[in-house]
Antibody, heavy 119, light 109 residues
Framework: VQMVESGGGLTQPGGSLRLSCEGSGFIFSRYSMSWVRQAPGKGLEWLSYISGSGETIFYADSVKGRFTISRDNVKNSLSLEMNSLRDDDTALYYC?????????????WGQGALVTVSS | SYVVTQPPSLSVAPGKTARIPCGGSDIASKSVHWYQQKPGQAPVLVLYDDTDRPSGIPERFSGSTSGDTATLVIGRVEAGDEADYYCQVWDSSMDHLYVFGSGTTVTVL
């Protein structure tokens, strides 16, 4: 099982970025997925969840209305579209698999994509 | 919104037992997961659903819940257990679905 994030980078406040996460080694469509971030020197913050079919989606209040999660089960890909970025969105962004056999615990994580929001 | 609290730090001598609390209202009625994160690494799941260990996690890691507190217990602590530990509450009835605690840094003396 492996997840690989991409798409991080530097953007200005108010800008946009799109993160991607490619999953391999498992049947991607059978698993829900989440995005979790970690600001420098801070703790983990769950951001968004999407079911295996893509029909059920949840967001944390901190990103609701600004971030959009989606998935392409043909390409085994998860995405996070981030708009209206703020300085406090600077963080390492992880995608994580949610295991229904483990009460949706995040059993596998990618290595993260760094997003820096700065003028 | 649901609040989950953890002490910022905890120190333990090698060979002793570390008990890391995670507090939340009626947390025993929800599912609690625990993650270990070492510097520069992605988090690793060490316990799920309060007490269950993923494959590959030593039996030294165990958990319990009661009332408003969930606890991660690390027995016979080793130097390699030094890390940040995060509890995570999952509840499908919550709007936010998942809430992380603020994390506890465990230092092995």
């Amino acid at each position: 099982v492996q997840m690989v994030e991409s798409g991080g980078g530097l953007t200005q406040p108010g800008g946009s970025l799109r993160l991607s996460c490619e999953g391999s080694g498992f049947i991607f469509s059978r698993y829900s997925m989440s995005w979790v971030r970690q600001a420098p020197g801070k703790g983990l913050e769950w951001l968004s969840y999407i079911s295996g079919s893509g029909e059920t989606i949840f967001y944390a209040d901190s990103v609701k209305g600004r971030f959009t999660i989606s998935r392409d089960n043909v390409k085994n890909s998860l995405s996070l579209e981030m708009n209206s970025l703020r300085d406090d969105d600077t963080a390492l962004y992880y995608c994580a698999r949610c295991d229904p056999a483990a009460t949706y615990a995040h059993d596998y994580w990618g290595q993260g994509a760094l997003v820096t929001v700065s003028s | 919104s649901y609040v989950v609290t953890q002490p910022p730090s905890l120190s333990v001598a090698p060979g002793k037992t570390a008990r890391i609390p995670c507090g939340g209202s009626d947390i025993a009625s929800k599912s609690v997961h625990w993650y270990q994160q070492k510097p520069g690494q992605a988090p690793v799941l060490v316990l799920y659903d309060d007490t269950d260990r993923p494959s590959g996690i030593p039996e030294r890691f165990s958990g319990s819940t009661s009332g408003d507190t969930a606890t991660l217990v690390i027995g016979r602590v080793e130097a390699g257990d030094e890390a940040d530990y995060y509890c995570q509450v999952w509840d499908s009835s919550m709007d936010h679905l998942y809430v992380f605690g603020s994390g506890t840094t465990v230092t092995v003396l």
